[in-house]
């Protein structure tokens, strides 16, 4: 009955490898996110996709790229992994039509060696 | 833009002793507030949120926080310490960017529960 998941939870990695990150939530949201936490605990937010369109993107680099196949997932693609990708990735979702709470898997910690 | 600061980075408390952790917002319009907590190695979980209805919100696991518009501040409380609260708190706002529903988090503050 897991509300929001991510795959894998770890993901050990060498530099200029391309990876995914997947996230599936079955709380019947329509607006799904994604953030960064750095090694400080900031948590800073990439990507936010509505009814599986783009409708935030702040200033991650095209390395990255989101892809929401239907309204329960949004996967996070990367390529070309450099050092500073290492960090914990995590997935979100929110009802755009309820209030604004969101609610986050358990993280996905990329490391990048 | 909205912007959150949480005052104390690290806090460390004994248990069964009060807990406040304290978080302070900027912005010319009344957010909606959230607290969320991190235990190590974890996602993040709700704690509480402040939605314009009472400004003195209770959450789970004993936790309060209290909005005060005249001083932009959503403190979090708790009036006994247990060790299982050690963990890291965020506090969030709404308005930080294209849309007000987009979150903005507090730096976070690491409580600690000293036997």
């Known amino acids: 009955d897991t509300a929001v998941s991510q795959t894998p939870k770890y993901l050990v990695t060498q530099m200029g490898n391309d990876k995914s990150i997947k996230c599936e939530q079955n709380?019947?949201?329509?607006?799904m996110y994604w953030y960064k936490q750095d090694s400080k605990k900031f948590l800073k937010i990439m990507f936010s996709y509505n009814n599986k369109e783009l409708i935030i993107n702040e200033t991650v680099p095209n390395r990255f790229s989101p892809k929401s196949p239907d309204k329960a997932h949004l996967n996070l693609h990367i390529n070309s992994l450099e050092l500073g990708d290492s960090a914990v990735y995590f997935c979100a979702s929110r009802l755009a039509a309820s209030s604004y709470e969101q609610y986050f898997g358990p993280g996905t910690r990329l490391t990048v060696t | 833009a909205q912007s959150v600061t949480q005052l104390d980075s690290h806090v460390s408390v004994s248990e069964g002793t009060p807990v406040l952790l304290r978080c302070n917002y900027s912005?010319?319009?009344?957010?909606?507030l959230f607290w969320y907590v991190q235990h190590p190695n974890k996602g993040l979980q709700l704690l509480l949120k402040?939605?314009?209805?009472?400004?003195l919100v209770k959450g789970i696991n004993g936790f309060e926080a209290e909005f005060k518009k005249s001083e932009t501040s959503f403190h979090l409380t708790k009036p006994s310490a247990h060790m299982s609260d050690a963990a890291e708190y965020f506090c969030v706002a709404t308005g930080g960017g294209a849309g007000s529903y987009q979150l903005t988090f507090g730096k976070g503050t690491k409580l600690s529960v000293i036997p």
């Open positions: 402040y939605t314009s209805a009472a400004t």
């Open positions: 912005s010319s319009y009344s957010p909606s």
């Open positions: 709380l019947g949201h329509d607006t």
